[in-house]
């Protein structure tokens, strides 16, 4: 009788089922030395898109949009604006239609049509979290693409007031 000899996974048809198939060496190497590539950049990458995002958020300050948590310390590559008045849904959709793809929350509650429930709870009055527009900044993100963003941003932003005016909001 006895213990038989058992497997330390169930999954694969190795050995008669006592071990999973071969792993996978050059995936593995890869993923190392992708994540050594990361950690070796991410310094220089986080400041180049702090720089990008603050440009952006500079100009769209001046043309009138609130920053929201502008002031904190927070990740380099992700900006919070609205526009006072417009909202931030159809500021969303308009961008989309121009090529950008933003949201109007947080991407874990992309879905959601409510405000931001962390714009709320910064005490942000509710009909100014329903301007929020999330921008995500990434590695392809270059000057030009900030131009481009900025300028369709506040194009939008006096179709949608101009629209807002004619329909008495």
Do not use: Y
């Not at 996978?24 to 050594?36: F, K, Q, T």
């Not at 952006?56 to 006072?84: C, D, H, K, Y």
């Not at 929020?132 to 949608?160: D, M, Y």
């Amino acid at each position: 009788m006895g213990i038989g000899p058992s497997s330390s996974h169930t999954v694969g048809p190795m050995v008669a089922g006592r071990r999973s198939s071969t792993e996978n060496v050059a995936g593995i190497v890869g993923m190392g030395a992708a994540c050594e590539l990361a950690v070796a950049q991410q310094k220089t990458e986080a400041e180049r898109l702090g720089t990008l995002r603050d440009e952006m958020e500079a100009v769209l300050r001046q043309e009138g949009a609130l920053i929201f948590g502008g002031e904190a310390e927070r990740l380099s590559n992700t900006s919070l604006f609205g526009f006072p008045s417009i909202e931030g849904e159809s500021m969303v959709v308009m961008l989309d239609q121009s090529g950008f793809a933003v949201a109007s929350g947080a991407a874990c509650s992309s879905m959601k049509e409510e405000p931001s429930h962390v714009l709320l709870a910064m005490g942000t009055p509710l009909d100014t979290a329903r301007t929020a527009v999330r921008v995500s900044l990434g590695a392809a993100t270059s000057a030009e693409n900030i131009a481009r963003f900025v300028s369709a941003a506040v194009s939008l932003r006096q179709q949608l007031g101009a629209m807002s005016s004619v329909c008495g909001d």
